[in-house]
Nanobody, 119 residues
Framework: QVQLVESGGGLVQAGGSLRLSCKASGNTASIEHMGWYRQAPGSQRDLVASITSGGTTNYADSVKGRFTISRMNAKNTVDLQMTSLKPEDTGVYYC?????????????WGQGTQVTVSS
């Protein structure tokens, strides 16, 4: 299994920046995809950005051009650099790691970190 620990959330004014970090431990060699999801109060957990082990990225339309996901396979970390933050970016951000094919399929989540953007 894989364990994930996030850090870097907080309170920021609209237009500001934050960087979230996530470190994986355990069976990290089995990770295929890593990503960040956001859950606002009363809403479902939605994909913000993801990155494959090969570096292919995917972003939600709402964050394109503002957020950048990066991954360091050697350190088992995935970061999310968030700029030009908006109040609607507020929510709990969860780190995700998964293997979707082959032997040992899994889907792991971190404990979440709160991001609050004030207007």
């Amino acid at each position: 299994q894989v364990q994930l620990v996030e850090s870097g959330g907080g309170l920021v004014q609209a237009g500001g920046s934050l960087r979230l970090s996530c470190k994986a431990s355990g069976n990290t060699a089995s990770i295929e995809h890593m990503g960040w999801y956001r859950q606002a109060p009363g809403s479902q957990r939605d994909l913000v950005a993801s990155i494959t082990s090969g570096g292919t990225t995917n972003y939600a339309d709402s964050v394109k051009g503002r957020f950048t996901i990066s991954r360091m396979n050697a350190k088992n970390t995935v970061d999310l650099q968030m700029t030009s933050l908006k109040p609607e970016d507020t929510g709990v951000y969860y780190c995700n790691a998964k293997r979707v094919a082959g032997i040992g399929i899994f889907n792991s989540w971190g404990q979440g970190t709160q991001v609050t953007v004030s207007s």
